[in-house]
């Protein structure tokens, strides 16, 4: 009987147990979550309504100064009678708007001075122009608040708001303004109701240095912020380092944890922070927690006393079910265990049933999704028996190859994380959009993906659907060099190449590792479809164009001779889709125009990826954005891969590397002309092109002729 208490206790007791305390732990996770947030959030109000009463403390004169700075004849009024306005203007808005104004001021930009301010108290050098108020009044056409600085006049730390005086004409003639003592500020925060219920919280004022001008503690007053080594404090002065206008974080101080933040005023460089002790705020959480404990233990108590009391009728029945745990525990699921009994024990045990049951298809889904990816294929699997067996089925299917065009080149010299960003955004927008045409992504390795339609299910309209895959493709790259633009990363273009034929589809691999994919002939020709497809260009085969030749688009048809096949092959440039798809893809070929000097170029071609270390002299005569003509002694021959390196005119420094595809080759006055696509520029290169193009003065040094002196 001991035993099958401790069984029982064991298999019973000890989930309650894991439960409740789970759910507490859950429980306090979420409460903490909850008041931190509440707390966070009156903590950024209360500093808020600080910032607020600062802000309008030095924004309550700003119309008036407007007002007086645009006056036409400020600037001409007699010294005493601009002083008697000044006085009672201060005291005036003094009353009227609560603004403790030190002084109103002029200064002109012949050097005079006048102020609402005792004349003595005024120094003898005091020179208004050389004043931070000044200049940065003069800087600006909107009224200016200065950091705080001690005033000659009064001797005390004062913020000065001025705005530049203008006559009729819009001349500037002098800066108008005011100056609010520090005092005022120190005289609103405490009005401030922060959190009235928690003890021990702290209000301070402070400069962009970290200097504090107030706090709630008199002996911190002018020391500065961090000094000591506490780890809130070393936070916030951190935050003031990197220029934070609001932050709020939570560190410790004296050991303890405290929730800190600042927020800066719109005006100037003056900070108020809030320092709340998370001890107290917490501690109503806290208490609550102890009691879900008391009670939780309690329960606990009771329940183990009716279970040990319940040993004895049900021992049999639980004995069943802690062997059969046992062998779930090893994954021998085995058969179905007898109900024996109708009441609460019997269901346990149907329960128990259905739960193993449950257990077995996940394992076997687990195990399918393991080999598997695509939705369709595991349907298709789970429906059938021999779903996991290697081998396949003869199978028409349209096959989409797509490559980033100089992808190696581009990505050469940046970062791998950055190149992993890149490529993972551009990946992840496109095997998007295979999905959504219901495409089966069959590789995908660096930066090129392959994907088939047709399988594993029929798909009469497989060749159209290819085709609409590839030109949302094309127009997904628009949006996906936008964020890249605004990133920092390099423009990406796209080549692809579709081809329809039959295949083997099916199981791949082996009984530990399995996909699903399609080999055959046509894969590969698909491949070198895809290879003469320049940036922004969708090439199908004379297959897939032969199902879909009453809705397509064509904008060229391309003759090329591939090794391996007689015979010119022909392939389609496909520029949009009729309906039901009626989608278009944009052209963007643009017609090179003559530059005024040609640029010497030394040509090299490039062989599967290759190249060649000897090259040909040449000129750079025509130029786009995209294309380009050069002049070559040598015939290039179409769809060549080569590399242009600019040369300075001596034909002896190198300026950088471009890479292109040629289009068109033909013979000309200089030898051959070839009109080529860019398939990547480097950026010093980009820039002396651009500069040529748009006809700029100056393209750099080394482009220059250099002036020879013959020697006699």
């Known amino acids: 009987m001991k035993k099958l208490r401790t069984k029982f206790l064991l298999y019973i007791l000890m989930p309650v147990v894991l439960i409740i305390t789970l759910t507490g732990i859950v429980s306090l996770f979420v409460a903490y979550r909850i008041v931190f947030a509440q707390l966070r959030e009156l903590g950024e109000l209360a500093i808020q309504q600080a910032v607020d009463e600062i802000d309008t403390t030095l924004g309550t004169g700003l119309e008036t100064l407007h007002i007086l700075a645009i006056h036409e004849g400020m600037a001409n009024l007699p010294a005493n009678q601009l002083r008697t306005i000044f006085g009672e203007l201060r005291e005036k808005v003094g009353a009227d708007r609560k603004l403790p104004i030190e002084s109103i001021f002029l200064g002109l930009l012949d050097g005079r001075f006048v102020t609402s301010a005792d004349p003595s108290m ?100 002018g020391r500065k912020l961090g000094e000591s080594s506490e780890d809130l404090h070393v936070r916030m002065r951190q935050a003031l380092g990197e220029d934070r206008t609001t932050w709020c974080s939570v560190g410790t101080i004296d050991g303890t944890s405290w929730f800190g933040a600042f927020q800066k005023s719109r005006y100037t460089d003056l900070y108020v922070g809030l320092e709340i002790p998370l001890t107290a705020a917490l501690k109503p959480m806290y208490d609550l927690w102890g009691a879900y404990l008391a009670l939780g233990f309690a329960a606990l108590l009771a329940l183990s006393v009716i279970l040990v009391t319940m040993a004895h009728k049900i021992a049999r029945p639980v004995n069943m079910l802690s062997a059969a745990a046992k062998r779930l525990r090893r994954g021998d699921y085995g058969d179905a265990l007898p109900v024996i009994t109708r009441d609460e024990l019997g269901r346990l045990i149907e329960a128990f049933n259905s739960m193993a049951e449950g257990l077995k298809q996940r394992d076997f889904i687990r195990d399918t999704f393991g080999r598997y990816v695509p939705q369709e294929v595991v349907d298709r699997l789970l429906e059938a028996e021999d779903g996991l067996l290697l081998g396949g089925e003869s199978r028409e299917i349209s096959m989409l190859m797509s490559d980033l065009r100089g992808f190696t080149a581009l990505t050469a010299q940046m970062p791998p994380e950055k190149v992993l960003y890149l490529l993972n955004r551009y990946l992840a927008r496109m095997v998007e959009i295979l999905l959504d045409h219901k495409a089966i992504v069959d590789e995908i390795e660096g930066d090129g993906i392959l994907a088939f339609f047709g399988a594993p299910e029929p798909m009469e309209d497989h ?250």
């Open 463 to 712: 060749p159209a659907r290819a085709v609409a895959c590839a030109l949302a493709m094309e127009a997904a790259m628009d949006q996906i060099n936008h964020l890249n633009q605004t990133d920092g990363l390099p423009r990406l273009e796209m080549g692809i190449g579709i081809n329809t034929g039959t295949v083997i589809v099916g199981n791949i691999g082996s009984e530990r590792r399995t996909k699903y994919g399609a080999v055959g002939s046509e894969v590969n020709f698909t491949g070198r479809i895809e290879s003469y497809a320049l940036g922004g260009q969708i090439l199908i085969s004379e297959a897939t164009y032969a199902c879909i030749e009453d809705i397509t688009k064509i904008r060229d048809v391309i003759s090329v001779e591939m090794k391996g096949i007689p015979g010119p092959v022909n392939l389609y440039d496909v520029g949009g889709l009729a309906a039901p798809y009626n989608v278009e893809l944009p052209d963007l070929t643009e017609t090179p125009r003559p530059i005024k000097i040609p640029l010497p170029v030394q040509i090299r071609r490039v062989d599967n990826k290759v190249v060649a270390p000897i090259g040909n002299p040449g000129r750079l005569t025509h130029l786009s954005e995209t294309s380009a003509l050069v002049d070559s002694e040598v015939d290039l021959g179409p769809h060549q891969e080569i590399r242009i390196d600019i040369l300075d005119y001596s034909r002896q420094y190198t300026q950088g590397e471009a890479f292109g595809k040629v289009m068109t080759a033909e013979s000309s006055e200089h030898g051959f002309q070839a009109s080529l696509r860019f398939t990547f520029v480097s950026p010093e290169i980009r820039r002396i092109l651009r500069a040529q193009l748009y006809g700029a003065v100056t393209v750099s040094a080394p482009l220059q002729k250099p002036n020879v002196t013959k020697k006699a």
């Open 122 to 221: 005024v120094p003898p050098d005091y020179e208004p122009r050389f004043q931070p108020w000044f200049i940065s009044a003069l800087d600006s056409d909107e009224a200016v608040v200065t950091p705080p600085y001690l005033s000659p006049f009064s001797w005390q730390l004062v913020v000065t708001v001025a705005h530049k005086v203008t006559d009729r004409k819009g001349t500037v003639v002098g800066v108008l303004g005011y100056g609010v003592p520090l005092t005022a500020f120190r005289q609103k925060i405490p009005k401030i109701k922060v959190v009235e219920q928690i003890g021990e919280t702290v209000f301070s004022l402070f400069l962009r240095d970290g200097r504090y001008l107030m706090h709630t503690s008199e002996d911190k007053i």
